[in-house]
């Protein structure tokens, strides 16, 4: 029963790997926005990959950074942790675009029949708060819509795991003096591993296969790349182009 839904985000055998747009398309529409999302839909993404933090009032807002310093060139520097959402929905963070709720991105989601990626973000105040929230919130979402939570915290993904076990997730691993150690924790903590590009060697990919795990690779935006994880037999890549990526892929 654990496996049902990570069999969502593998690999179907003959097919090429599966394509999620980062943050929706990154950088040709507002990162995270619900317009980057509906783009990533049409150029052909199998699903979108996003953050979550909690705002003032504990509900789940989609932001990427603790403040909106970065994606409003410096306008606002406030951080959405302090601030109730009908004050987030007011800060422009690109081409009239707001930071939506993860209900309203669920709900563009299961209309497009895409899969989603959930980061857990934990550079937050309380990490135990969105863990909750993030469980509350997927645990009463269509389980019919391939969903994965993902954390770079170990402890995130484990608590998420004791609060909604029935959804896949993954541990997010980034070079470090700990990657491998990292990558070794992946296998008891979840379902999946989500892996920085520059670490996957291909007896890397090959043993993390073979111990079950479904193993998707972030952030890809070379095609030529992108063809060589796929020949490396990676179950996803994660991008910023994910149409380039998919008429690479076939």
Not at 8 to 18: D, Y
Not at 40 to 50: P, Q
Request: zero cysteines.
């Amino acid at each position: 029963m654990r496996w049902r839904g990570a069999a969502a985000f593998r690999r179907a055998k003959g097919r090429p790997p599966l394509v999620y747009g980062h943050r929706g398309v990154r950088g040709a529409r507002p990162e995270n926005t619900l317009a980057a999302f509906e783009l990533a839909a049409a150029e052909g993404a199998d699903g979108v990959e996003l953050d979550v933090r909690v705002d003032r009032d504990g509900e789940l807002v989609v932001l990427h950074d603790p403040t909106f310093e970065r994606v409003t060139g410096g306008a606002d520097t406030r951080a959405a942790s302090d601030l109730p959402y009908e004050e987030i929905r007011r800060v422009d963070v690109g081409s009239g675009e707001h930071a939506p709720r993860l209900t309203e991105v669920l709900a563009l989601v299961q209309a497009r029949g895409l899969a989603v990626n959930v980061e857990m973000k934990h550079d937050v105040p309380d990490r135990a708060a969105v863990v909750r929230a993030t469980a509350r919130k997927l645990g009463a979402f269509d389980p019919r819509v391939p969903v994965i939570v993902s954390s770079f915290d170990p402890r995130m993904v484990a608590a998420f795991g004791a609060l909604a076990p029935r959804i896949p997730r993954a541990l997010l691993v980034h070079r470090t003096r700990w990657s491998w150690a990292a990558l070794e924790l992946a296998r008891g903590l979840g379902q999946a591993v989500h892996v920085d590009r520059i670490l996957t060697q291909g007896s890397t990919v090959r043993r993390l296969a073979a111990s079950g795990l479904v193993v998707n690779v972030w952030t890809v935006n070379d095609t030529r790349e992108a063809l060589d994880l796929a020949a490396l037999g990676v179950d996803g890549i994660i991008t910023d182009v994910p149409g380039l990526v998919r008429a690479a892929l076939g």
